[in-house]
């Protein structure tokens, strides 16, 4: 099974369903021309960035890794993960994976029942309230106008893309068995993807929260103006005013304490910047400094708060190839990089609590 995501913590939220599902299952920031789908592991997920592209960028990305997984493996089956508020450049980059596959039929469920996400009457509603009504109405890159799936994806049914009503589990359940025929593409949100693991295996016992490492050290990257560290008794290096603003001097940034203690936390404790051209070079910037700190000294484990700071930091730091480890709460993710480092990704969403336990120290 391939699983082909438009941005990171998506990926790495299908990457844990499999995971716990009992699948061996490899996590990739990059496919390479020598790609083999037949080698390895029983689940390959595929983390991109086309949600954060254009509309022609995302479908030339999503060809291209679709031309190489597909190379004289026709039948690869692949999941498309999708965003459940309707966000990203779904039916162009469906579109691609249908004529890749040479499928001519589309299974598109964003709903997440399980978290009170929900397609009634062709309606997406998040917890009884339409989702333009919500504040994915302020998203800055595809606000929430419409609430109607038809209207939100106009040549989506013209593309043969089919966007069924789901209010329960059950429905998600009946729509799954009705479309395994190996016809038709499916692509969607977590519960749909929870569905199709469970015809593959059983379930792995629940998961620890995270040892505390001893040895090796540890990197903690904050990568929301939101987010409040968690308290674990290293040193916290918050980014300075001059950063925030708009400098790109790292110098200005006091990191000693990584040097001796060979652990810290990196922090944003501003929050009057908005806009997107802000949090470009505050992820921009805090992907350099991880890049700096790891060249100093390649950290046990390296933790990063935050979708858009993960892709950037991995990105920066090179690192494309992992395999998961432990999935220490839901949408949380634990793999391992080929150099050794243990690398966590948490959603900015997520509390710190679900990822450590609290009792423990360093």
Known sequence: MIVIADDITGAAEMAGIAFEKGMNVEFLTEVAADFDATAGPTATVIATDTRSMTEAEAA???????NIILEGRPSTPIFKKTDSALR???VAELRELMQATGLHRAVYMPANPSKGRVIRHGTYYINKVRLHETDFSFDPEFPATTSVLRERFPDAEAAGIIMPDAETQEDIEHMAARYNDGK???AGAADLFQI?????CGRRKAEQPLPMVKDGGRLLVCGSTQSRPPRLGIAIAPMPLAIYDGADDLSLWNTEAYSSEHSLILTIPHTHRTGKEAATHLR???AAMVKQLVGERQPAQLIIEGGATAWATLRALGWKHFRITQQPAPGVVSMQADNGTIVTLKPGSYPWGATFAPERKL
């Open 196 to 200: 199709l693991c469970n015809k593959e």
């Open 284 to 286: 921009s910037v805090m």
């Open 88 to 90: 990203g450049h779904v």
């Open 184 to 186: 038709t593409l499916f």
């Open 60 to 66: 030339a990305e999503t060809r291209r890794i679709a």
